[in-house]
């Protein structure tokens, strides 16, 4: 899956490169990169004001080659579609949002999550599908959430495959019951594993690469980068 990286010089033009033409939202970044119609990216959007970079899942849905892209955005992320497009239009103060220190990919990998207690050995087990990662913490989508608090354990990534798994502990930092959008979020240990540096070393040869995936076995790219525009071109 392909990274586009759209910077927005102003909230403002966020919002004039935004169109609801599509019920999930779409998004105009300018590009002279060449994708197929329909092709799976993720869309890395920035913009002053917003304090971390925030990605999004989307396929393109119109270009004008050697311009831009019109991205249809997942909807499955309607959450952080929502997030930017408040912030954008001065319904939130970036001052309210806590600033992270890793990036988050949305990446769906199978989580295993066991639930610790102190006095006892892990316990209660529970299965889900994270909707973002990255090197500090994670977003587990799942039917149950844990309490605010719960020491967890992870195993991120298909356990039948052992060289593509990431066994990370840490702590419910919040729990989410939104339609659509059940899940809770966990705070990795800050302290060093094998396993934490690994995940952090493979988010950032996706990154860097332009090409998002979890495999070793890892496309090489040369990484499109695409800026925001200020003109709402029709695809």
């Not at 050697?66 to 309607?78: E, P, Q, T, V, Y």
């Not at 319904?91 to 102190?118: F, K, M, N, Y």
Request: aromatic share 6%; with cysteine.
């Amino acid at each position: 899956m392909r990274l586009l990286t759209c910077a927005f010089a102003s909230a403002t033009e966020f919002l004039d490169c935004y169109s609801v033409e599509s019920a999930q939202g779409m998004l105009y970044c300018r590009t002279r990169s060449e994708l197929d119609l329909g092709e799976e990216v993720v869309v890395e959007v920035s913009f002053p004001g917003l304090p971390n970079r925030s990605l999004m899942r989307g396929s393109v849905a119109a270009m004008r080659r050697g311009r831009g892209l019109w991205i249809r955005l997942h909807a499955g992320d309607a959450h952080s579609r929502d997030f930017l497009l408040r912030l954008a239009r001065g319904e939130l103060a970036p001052g309210d949002q806590v600033e992270r220190s890793h990036r988050r990919i949305p990446v769906a990998l199978p989580v295993t999550c066991r639930i610790e207690e102190v006095d006892d050995p892990p316990s209660d087990r529970l299965l889900g599908t994270t909707h973002d990662v990255g090197g500090g913490g994670a977003w587990v989508q799942a039917a149950s959430q844990p309490a605010v608090g719960t020491r967890v354990s992870l195993v991120l990534g298909p356990m039948a495959v052992p060289g593509d798994t990431f066994r990370l502990d840490g702590r419910v930092a919040w729990i989410r019951r939104d339609e659509g959008a059940l899940g809770f979020g966990v705070r990795f240990d800050p302290k060093e594993s094998r396993d934490a540096q690994r995940l952090r070393a493979t988010l950032r040869r996706a990154c860097e690469s332009g090409w998002l995936g979890f495999a070793a076995r890892q496309r090489p790219s040369s990484g499109p980068t695409a800026s925001g525009t200020a003109s709402r071109p029709r695809g």
